[in-house]
């Protein structure tokens, strides 16, 4: 019985337990008493435990009182079951007995009527082959009155005795097929013998229909060779005897020589156009007058064609001339689409494509090796031009020509170039378009590398601050400012590869388009992070040939003190020199480049006005503790010699010193005013100015 149908007696509710406890299927008393220890004290568990078997033996005791009649009543009726069970032994056995025979008699009688239906079927099965085989000598008998030669060559209508011939072919495999005497296998020896001959005459009939242009012969002709299965066999017969002879003649290593492969494939496709042409028309075209079933297109032409150029001119695959290897791979792939297109349904067109001999001839057009070539080419064009050290000669334009769309520097040129040419008819192979995308942004990574390398290749030092009339004796600025806007240019200019890229795409779809827009995406935005680089260059170089100039700002106290020089007017000529080359720089490109002229003098006079404050903010610290110190020691001399301090009359030499520092600084926001930018732009210019102001009032 189940633990789910025993029903225990209820325990007291002052127990410690529940008599839910012993009937839990993970049930152990080492557990149990672990728990209710918890709770209780071993004396008071060891007491309920013994009120508890005292309710389990009342209910036992009660449960046999209430079942004891059943009991009793059990056993009393088993009395006299072992005699009632020999009782009938006897009979069973005797019945047991008669089954057995009559199972006997039953399996004798099938057995008896197998034999008979297998007798009968032999009877069948002989009489069948003996009608068989009269069938046979009749077939034969009727095929060499067909055959005989006298009867087929004076015969005018040839096609009809093939067909009746074929017919009875067809009739005498089928006999052949179902007779089992051994007497057969003598006629179908002499049967076959026939059919070769037979065969014979209809190839050469058929080849006769070829060669007459006869369609509707043609078609006759193609029909038996399906009624006698032997479709392969026509397909052979027009790869050996029509199409080797021709294209023997055609595929050939002179011919490759002289006339070139293009040539070639265009004697090819002459050959299918003429002397296939009336086949193909009967076999692959479903709306005219058509025999399904051949595909002599491919099982004729093009296994001959391949078989060919690996026997003769294997060295179409070497791509070892990149040039050479280019012009045979578009001219094969040419071919093989004017191929495809004789193709007129989807069917033909798979069994071309999935021909054995089809995808063997791609694979043998070593496409990796080609793009390995091509790609050194390319880049060790590229690299030479970048592995060389900047100088002047890396310019290849003048100022004027920043205006124009064509590049300044010779790396920018060669660069663009190469990528034009990586997309150019004579390089591109659309098989290789993932390769050749990525080896463009290998191109552009190079140059966003090599723009940031220059930035930190040091010039040789160049005598240029002797003479700063013309700012091309700059060689690193101007150079600079090519790259400046060449790399501007280049990224413009980077649009039209995504362009070229798609236009030749066969199939676009929006996925790749989505992919080849992120990736150039990514690398334009790559190449824009170097414009501020190069900015940055551009102003220190225009800063450095400037700021050496502000150090004579220091010694405008020495021009002063106890000079007794009147009071200053004009500017001290460290302005007009600061000044010089950022004039000179404005007037040389100003009418070139206005905005970046108008970006990079702002950028290059907040940083030099910041360097003008500091010396100037700390000249005039400098006067004021002078000016301290002296009145100190004249206060202490005034007092040890007891006379009274008298005012000094006229303007003092410090006084002289900040107005010449305010003269100066006026005329220095007047210059950068006259060069046409607002002070308001420039940086510390106002603060520059309230500083010199605030000194002189004091």
């Known amino acids: ?237 027009v790869k050996t005897e029509i199409v080797d002879p021709l294209i023997r003649g055609v595929i050939n290593i002179e011919n490759l020589q002289t006339d070139g492969l293009q040539n070639i494939y265009n004697r090819l496709l002459n050959i299918l156009s003429v002397e296939l042409k009336q086949l193909l028309d009967i076999t692959l075209h479903p709306n005219r007058s058509s025999v399904t079933g051949f595909n002599f297109l491919v099982n004729s032409f093009w296994v001959d064609v391949e078989e060919k150029i690996e026997q003769y001119i294997k060295c179409i695959f070497a791509p070892g001339d990149p040039v050479l290897f280019h012009a045979r791979y578009t001219a094969t792939l040419e071919f093989l689409e004017k191929l495809e297109a004789e193709c007129v349904t989807l069917e033909s067109l798979t069994a071309l494509k999935e021909n054995s001999r089809y995808k063997n001839f791609l694979k043998k057009w070593n496409l990796p090796v080609y793009f390995q070539i091509r790609f050194q080419e390319i880049a060790n064009g590229i690299e030479t031009v970048l592995s060389e050290p900047i100088s002047s000669t890396s310019v290849r334009g003048t100022p004027e020509s920043l205006t124009r769309n064509d590049f300044s520097l010779h790396a920018t040129l060669v660069v663009w170039e190469n990528l034009q040419r990586i997309w150019d008819n004579s390089v591109y192979l659309c098989q290789l378009f993932h390769r050749f995308w990525k080896f463009s942004l290998q191109i552009c990574a190079r140059y966003q590398t090599w723009s940031e390398t220059v930035l930190e290749e040091v010039w040789p030092i160049e005598n240029e601050m002797g003479n700063l009339s013309k700012v091309e004796h700059s060689t690193r600025l101007n150079f600079l400012i090519c790259l400046y806007k060449d790399a501007e240019k280049f990224v413009n200019i980077l649009p039209s590869l995504l362009e070229i890229a798609r236009s030749k795409l066969k199939l676009e779809t929006p996925t790749v388009l989505k992919l080849l827009e992120d990736s150039l995406g990514e690398t334009i935005k790559n190449l824009k992070t170097i414009w501020p680089k190069i900015t940055e260059e551009i102003v220190n170089e225009l800063l450095k040939r400037c700021v050496a100039h502000l150090k004579q700002v220091s010694d405008i106290p020495r021009l002063f003190r106890r000079t007794k020089r009147d009071v200053p007017t004009k500017p001290c000529p460290y302005v007009k020199n600061a000044l010089a080359f950022l004039i000179n720089f404005h007037t040389d490109y100003k009418k070139v480049i206005p905005e970046d002229v108008d970006d990079w003098l702002k950028l290059a006079l907040s940083s030099l006005t910041e360097h003008y404050l500091a010396s100037v903010t700390d000249v005039l610290t400098s006067v004021q503790k002078t000016e301290e110190s002296l009145r100190r020691l004249k206060k202490i001399r005034d007092k040890s010699t007891g006379s009274l301090s008298s005012e000094v009359q006229g303007i003092s030499d410090d006084e002289k010193i900040r107005i010449q520092l305010q003269v100066d600084v006026q005329a220095y926001a007047n210059t950068i005013t006259e060069m046409g930018i607002s002070t308001s732009s420039v940086l510390h210019v106002n603060e520059l100015l309230n500083a010199v102001a605030a000194a002189v009032k004091r």
């Open 1 to 237: 019985m189940s633990k789910e149908h025993i029903n225990l007696p209820k325990a007291p509710r002052d127990l410690c337990f529940s008599e839910l406890d012993f009937i839990q299927q993970n049930f152990n008393v080492d557990t149990f008493l672990q728990e209710h220890r918890k709770s209780t004290k071993l004396e008071t568990m060891r007491d309920d435990l013994g009120i508890y078997l005292k309710l389990l033996r009342s209910a036992m005791i009660d449960l046999i009182n209430r079942d004891y009649t059943d009991f009793v009543n059990l056993s009393s009726n088993l009395i006299g079951l072992d005699k009632a069970i020999n009782d009938l032994q006897t009979p069973l056995g005797q019945l047991r007995e008669e089954v057995m025979q009559v199972r006997q008699t039953l399996d004798d009688e099938i057995m008896a009527i197998t034999d008979n239906v297998n007798e009968n079927k032999k009877i069948r099965e002989y009489k069948q082959s003996i009608f068989s085989l009269q069938h046979i000598y009749k077939s034969l008998n009727k095929l060499y009155s067909i055959l005989s030669l006298t009867t087929f060559l004076d015969s005018p209508a040839k096609i009809d005795i093939l067909e009746q011939a074929a017919a009875e072919f067809n009739q005498l495999q089928f006999h052949v097929s179902r007779c089992k005497l051994d007497a057969v296998y003598d006629k179908q020896k002499e049967g076959e013998k026939l059919e070769q001959s037979y065969v014979t005459h209809l190839n050469e009939f058929f080849l006769a229909c070829v060669q007459e242009k006869n369609s509707a012969l043609l078609i006759r002709c193609l029909k038996i060779y399906i009624t006698l299965d032997k479709i392969t066999d026509a397909e052979n017969l």
